[in-house]
């Protein structure tokens, strides 16, 4: 029997917890269920109580004084705990039917996408046929406001095709927060942020802004001492052009909108999970029940 599941990423504050409650609350709505895995082990609030909290096992407190570790090297430490534990998700995950959607909501250290393999073998773990089985997709979360700052796009971008290449599953990237951007941009001059390329890097509010102001950024020289210019002037701007033209070259990364004050938006995600694990395809047609009937 399979399972099906998808596994929320992406770097701090991108709006994941946010995201995964949404998704709860709609599924709930339209009468499916959804079990809710918590496996950041920082975590303290939740708008839904997690089915699963990788807390249960360990939390990240206690390593952090236990082992007097920091935050970031607590949180590796705790992934490297559940490696060890696998069974902790297999007890729980084992009996879910087909029916349930798991959530997975992640960590936002960036090291767990791209320095170490732990992911990797997380999601092989799931996936494994004729274990857990689980299909799975991964939702990328990026903060829309990103686009403001281009070279904060790029990257973020970067990390997004980072995890798409690491993992190898089905994979959707998502720019969250849209309330935000609505007021502030035309849907006209957004819809270009949709598919990175390197013309995004033509109008940089930022170089605009420095040319306004009599700055000659194109030749400006790199003085290390001067922390600006190593962060803003002509070798960052040849670094940023390196970036965007990778990706480019790739083309692996589009986006998709998500405001999750919006539930149409929500529903469009799902729509697109849906689709990528082909959930559908392995529902049984469901009898209502009575009170279902009357309603409709
Ligand atoms: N305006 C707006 N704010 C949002 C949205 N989604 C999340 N936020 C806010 O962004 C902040 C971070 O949201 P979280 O959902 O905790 O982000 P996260 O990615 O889970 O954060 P970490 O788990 O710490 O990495 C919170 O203050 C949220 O209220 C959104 O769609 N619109
Ligand atoms: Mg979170």
């Known amino acids: 029997m399979s399972k099906y599941g998808v596994m929320v990423m992406g770097p701090a504050g991108a709006g994941k917890s946010t995201f995964c409650a949404s998704l709860i609350t709609h599924l709930q709505l ?28 360990i939390s990240l407190e206690d390593v952090m004084e236990e082992m007097h570790l920091g935050p970031n090297g607590g949180l590796i430490y705790c992934f490297e705990f559940l490696m060890e534990n696998l069974d902790f998700l297999t007890e729980a995950l084992d009996s879910l039917t087909e029916e349930y959607l798991i ?13 170490i393999p732990i992911l990797p073998t997380l999601v092989r773990f799931l996936t494994q046929p004729g274990a857990l089985d689980i299909r799975l997709c991964a939702a990328y979360l990026l903060e829309a406001t990103f686009v403001v700052d281009r070279a904060k796009y790029f990257a973020g971008t970067l990390s997004a095709m980072s995890a798409m290449v690491l993992l190898e599953v089905p994979h959707i990237n998502i720019l969250s927060k849209m309330d935000l951007v609505k007021g502030q941009m035309r849907k006209k001059d957004f819809k270009r942020f949709i598919t990175p390329d390197t013309t995004l890097l033509d109008d940089d509010p930022v170089d605009i802004a420095r040319r306004k102001a009599g700055e000659n950024i194109d030749n400006q020289s790199l003085d290390v001492q001067d922390k600006d210019a190593l962060m803003s002037g002509a070798t960052f701007k040849r670094l940023n052009t390196a970036v965007a033209q ?43 029940a009575d009170e279902e009937v009357e309603e409709e």
């Open 246 to 288: 990778l990706i480019e070259s790739f083309s692996m990364v589009s986006y998709l909108k998500l405001d999750c004050t919006d539930e149409d938006s929500v529903q469009a995600i799902l729509s697109y999970i849906d689709d990528c694990i082909q959930y559908h395809e392995a529902q049984e047609p469901r009898e209502l």
């Open 30 to 57: 339209n009468r499916r269920s959804a079990f809710y895995v918590n496996l950041d082990p920082a975590a303290e609030t939740f708008e839904h109580a997690p089915d699963l909290d990788i807390k249960d096992l």
């Open 103 to 115: 959530i997975f909501d992640m960590p936002g250290q960036i090291e767990l996408y791209t320095h």
